[in-house]
Nanobody, 126 residues
Framework: QVKLVESGGGSVQSGGSLRLSCAASGYAVTARCMGWFRQAPGKEREGVAGIDWAGATRYAHSVQGRLAISRDDTKNTLYLQMNSLEPEDTAMYFC????????????????????WGQGTQVTVSS
């Protein structure tokens, strides 16, 4: 059974940093296309970063250069390092896993991911 559990969210001031974690069980993080998504109140869920089985990454334009997706194979955990945070980054952040190793399409579409965590809240104040 695939399970994803996020942690690491919190409240920071503008310009601060956070690292989100997503502990996976039931499969190896290296075997799946995985991604980070976020949803702010009143807005649609948007993909911010994806990583495929080979370690290739892709980012949304709005976070390019500030967010970095990575994984630790020994801990079977996915990470999202977030730097230079802005109030616009305030949202619930979710990790997700595909049923495939290769990421498809934009890599950042919710419909391409089957398994989801419960989310962790990030709040950035100005």
């Amino acid at each position: 059974q695939v399970k994803l559990v996020e942690s690491g969210g919190g409240s920071v001031q503008s310009g601060g940093s956070l690292r989100l974690s997503c502990a996976a069980s039931g499969y190896a993080v290296t075997a799946r296309c995985m991604g980070w998504f976020r949803q702010a109140p009143g807005k649609e869920r948007e993909g911010v970063a994806g990583i495929d089985w080979a370690g290739a990454t892709r980012y949304a334009h709005s976070v390019q250069g500030r967010l970095a997706i990575s994984r630790d194979d020994t801990k079977n955990t996915l990470y999202l390092q977030m730097n230079s945070l802005e109030p616009e980054d305030t949202a619930m952040y979710f990790c997700a896993a595909s049923t495939y190793g290769l990421c498809s399409g934009s890599w950042l579409a919710s419909d391409d991911y089957r398994y989801w965590g419960q989310g962790t809240q990030v709040t950035v104040s100005s």
